[in-house]
């Protein structure tokens, strides 16, 4: 929907309509009824990137450190989440995770990931091997722990839902309407872009891939860069579906801040494999092995990026390669369900993560925002951000309430 312009200045401009935006453009409305509001979005749709390229899982919170803004919206946000759906009618299911451990490594990281989920108070139960394999007979590990808050949801589907009441309330929302330039002055900030200028009291930027290069237009000391990741995907063959009751999940590395290939049900009945984390040649660009010059030049020239490489080199190498040879990544999901073959391994569409990273290599793990006198940028929303969405926007609205210099809205 895109509606021509009811004002020459909003009280809030938002950009992004990813479940970010879309959820910070329904708390703005809900906190202040009445204001004017226009949401920007450069692609022709809602849930074009992120949002609608990831496998639907609703978090529970287990892994992320105590404290941090991560391990707090994620509990708050798997609740409102399933919440919302089933208010709104949008298919939710509870189906529990495992997080299985294959070997002596990975059990000494579950005891740990265990006392860390009693700190994040998200309940969890301790298996040890004969129990995993009575509740899923095809998959195999020393021990494993069960989640049972986990749950599946259609992500862009809530966009809608969200999108819809946002529209109801007066919001105003463009498609095509990518920006290119942000100026503030003591009363406003205008933003403009091929497809024309605005101007607003108070501005949000949740733009996800291109988060750097909005905050760099905008003229904010952002000390970091996106480096983009493929999470390449296979989908199982329907015969195959029923092959597990709950997602399955593997002990994740601590030193990373991606969870490994898992089988994850699909809220509509599908079972996929997936992701692993290869290097993007491109933001936006799905198709594998797609480049784009201007953003492959962006992570190379980067001495952030340089430094994150020497450190993971062999992860980085292990997951060319299973991106490069199938039999790989079968590897990955056998070492928990032997039974897999070859032949399963279909094709599904690959998701890219934004994921920034600081000038030393530092891969940056919690939720990060930067702001001015009268905008917040949302600088790194990985995952759970689409769990976290709802708790993610109060956060937003209140350091976007709490710029001393903006006026109330409406005057």
């Known amino acids: 929907m895109t509606a021509a ?30 204001a004017s509001l226009l949401l920007l979005e450069k692609e022709r749709a809602a849930a074009t990137h992120q949002t609608g390229h990831n496998s639907g899982v609703v978090h529970s919170g ?28 949008i298919p939710v299911e509870v189906c ?25 108070g998200v309940e969890v139960e301790r298996l040890d091997a004969a129990e995993l394999a009575r509740r899923e007979p ?72 291109q988060a750097d290069r909005l905050a760099r237009i905008a003229g904010l000391p952002a000390d970091f860069r996106i480096v983009p990741f493929r999470g390449e995907y296979y989908r199982l063959p329907a015969e ?26 699909t809220i509509h009945g599908e079972l996929t494999v997936g992701p692993n984390a ?25 001495r952030g990026f340089h430094r994150l490489a020497r450190e993971h080199v062999r992860t980085g190498a292990r997951e060319l390669r299973n991106s490069m040879f199938r039999r790989g990544y079968l590897a990955e999901c056998r070492r928990y369900c032997p039974e897999l073959e070859l032949a399963d391994l279909r094709p599904h569409p690959a998701g890219i ?16 925002l930067g702001r001015t006198a009268r905008s917040v940028h949302v600088f790194n929303a990985p995952s759970p951000a689409a769990t976290s969405a709802m708790p993610i926007a109060e956060h937003i609205v209140d350091q976007l309430d709490s710029l001393a210099s903006a006026p109330a809205p409406g005057r």
């Not at 803004?69 to 919302?84: D, H, P, Q, S």
């Not at 709950?246 to 994850?264: C, K, N, Q």
């Not at 030393?360 to 919690?366: F, I, S, Y």
Request: charged share 20%.
């Open 353 to 368: 993560r934004a994921q920034a990273v600081l000038p030393d290599g530092t891969l940056v793990h919690d939720f990060l």
């Open 138 to 209: 095809r998959i195999r590990g020393v021990g494993a722990l069960f989640v049972p808050s986990t749950a599946i949801v259609d992500y862009p589907a809530i966009v809608r839902a969200l999108l819809a009441d946002v529209v109801a309330a007066g919001a105003e929302v463009v498609y095509g309407a990518a920006v290119t330039a942000i100026a503030e002055t003591a009363e406003r900030v205008t933003v403009a872009g091929p497809a024309g200028s605005w101007t607003a009291r108070r501005l949000v930027v949740c733009g996800g891939l």
């Open 278 to 302: 290869v290097l993007g040649l491109a933001r936006e660009k799905y198709r594998k092995w797609s480049v784009e010059p201007r953003d492959l030049r962006a992570v190379l020239g980067y």
């Open 5 to 34: 312009p009811r004002s020459a200045e909003y009280d809030f401009c938002v950009i992004g309509a990813g479940i970010v935006g879309v959820a910070t453009a329904h708390r703005i409305l809900r906190r202040h009824p009445g």
């Open 96 to 120: 529990g995770k495992l997080l299985v451990a294959t070997d002596s490594v990975e059990h000494e990281r579950m005891l740990a990931l265990h006392r860390r989920s009693a700190d994040n």
């Open 240 to 265: 195959r579906a029923e092959l597990v009751r709950t997602l399955i999940y593997p002990i994740p590395d601590p030193a990373l801040p991606f969870l490994g290939v898992h089988l994850s049900p």
């Open 62 to 89: 287990i892994y992320y450190e105590p404290g941090s803004l991560k391990a707090e919206l994620c509990r708050r946000g798997a609740r409102w989440t399933v919440e919302f759906a089933l208010a709104a009618g």
